[in-house]
Structure formats: C-alpha cells, structure tokens
C-alpha cells in the first residue's frame, strides 16, 4: 500500500521555466513533509520541509505547498535549471504519534531540465 | 559529501548466501537508519537505531537484522538471499531523536546484487 504517491514519474521543462513536482498522501496521520533530491550514484540530499500547521514554505528558488484537505503537496522550482534534473522524492512522517524516525517515501520523480 | 560512508558500494553474491553492509554515520550523529530501494520503488524503510537501541522497525524481513556498536557504526545483515533482495542500499544519519528537522544524511548506498 503506497502512502506516497507520486504518480507522474518524470517530467521535463525547459531552463527558466517553472517546475511543479506532484505528490499525494493518503495516511491521515502524516503532519510533516519534507523532499528530498538525487543525483545518480549519489545518495538523497534534503531540499525543504513543510509542517502540518502551514500551507506554504519557501527556500531561494523552491517552494512548497501543502493541501491537507486534498492530501496533496507540491513542489515549485523557479525558476527551473539544468542542475535541477534530478530524481525528487517526496517523504511523509506522523510526528504526532512519536514515529518522526520513519520516514515514508514515495517513488520519486525524474526532473529534466532542458537548455 | 554527506560525511555518511557506506562499503561495500558494489556487491555481487549468490542465492542462499550471507552479506553484511557496514554504514559509519556522520560525526556525532547518533541516529542510523537503513532503507532499501528495489528497482522502480521509493525508499522503502527497515529500521532505526538511536545511540544502540532500535527504535522504529520497517517492513524489515526477518532474514535481515541490523545492530548499531558502541563506536555508532551500523551493519545491515542479510542471509538466505534471495534475487529479490537485489536492490540499493542505504545508510542514512541525523544527530538525535527530537527537534529534528527531518533532515537524514544519506550515504551513496550499497548496491547488492543477488545472482
């Protein structure tokens, strides 16, 4: 049972453009967002996180969104740049219920980012 | 460089045999989590040690164990491997329990190979 979906797997734009990565949850109990990026033969690097109690966070060019009445979170990227290609993943944890160790993860998305 | 070293980065072995993943955290991180990702499938996670003690268990098969030692350096045992067990490894830090931002410092993984 996916608890994170992030259903398109890839996604490509050109350089300058905007970026917007999908995301959907389904277990309720999920209150803290987070994505995280990665570069092949690299392990996963963190971007920016989003509490529950906020609809929006923002860091330099990325910016996050959190619908909790759809369960759905985005990721913004503007504007977009070759070094932006990368897989994104989208991770989930119910800090509330004291498991904020685990960490769920979707399937992630490849980001191509054209010239 | 995240500072989380994994070894072996590549290892080929045969059905039914034993292996063992070593992952040394980032300095004065206490926190060692382990995930697996499978071809086409996020990270999946299996386990949590916190200074020594496991504190969150994943959809960790009974084939494998982990243990994290006094010095805080973690293995990830995996016996009777199966060809499903071929995936890519990770080994992921952070410095405790509370207050964390969610942040996991992923080392570049150990790719396992059952043949």
């Known amino acids: 049972d996916q608890q994170v979906k992030q259903n398109s797997p890839s996604l490509s734009v050109q350089e300058g453009r905007i970026s917007i990565l999908n995301c959907d949850y389904t277990n309720s109990m999920f209150d803290y967002f987070l994505w995280y990026k990665k570069y092949p033969a690299e392990g996963p690097t963190f971007l920016i996180s989003?509490?529950?109690?906020?609809d929006k966070n923002e860091d330099g060019r990325f910016t996050v969104f959190l619908n909790k009445s759809a369960k759905h979170l985005s990721l913004h990227i503007v504007p977009s740049q070759p070094g932006d290609s990368a897989v994104y993943f989208c991770a989930a944890s119910a800090r509330r219920t004291g498991a904020n160790s685990k960490l769920t993860f979707g399937k992630g998305i490849t980001l191509s980012v054209r010239p | 460089d995240s500072g989380v070293t994994q070894t072996p980065k590549h290892l080929i072995t045969a059905t039914g045999q034993r292996v063992t993943l070593r992952c040394s955290p980032r300095?004065?991180?206490?926190?060692v989590y382990w995930y697996q990702q499978s071809l086409d499938q996020g990270l999946q996670f299996l386990i949590h040690?916190?200074?020594?003690?496991?504190?969150a268990k994943g959809n960790i098969l009974e084939r494998f164990s982990a243990q994290q030692f006094p010095d805080l350096h973690s293995e990830l045992n995996l016996s009777s491997l199966e060809l499903g067990d071929s995936a890519l490894y990770f080994c992921a830090s952070s410095p405790g329990l509370t207050g964390w931002n969610g942040e996991l410092f992923f080392g570049e993984g150990s790719r396992l190979t059952v043949l």
């Open positions: 300095s004065g991180d206490l926190s």
């Open positions: 040690y916190y200074n020594g003690e496991e504190r």
């Open positions: 989003i509490s529950s109690i906020k």
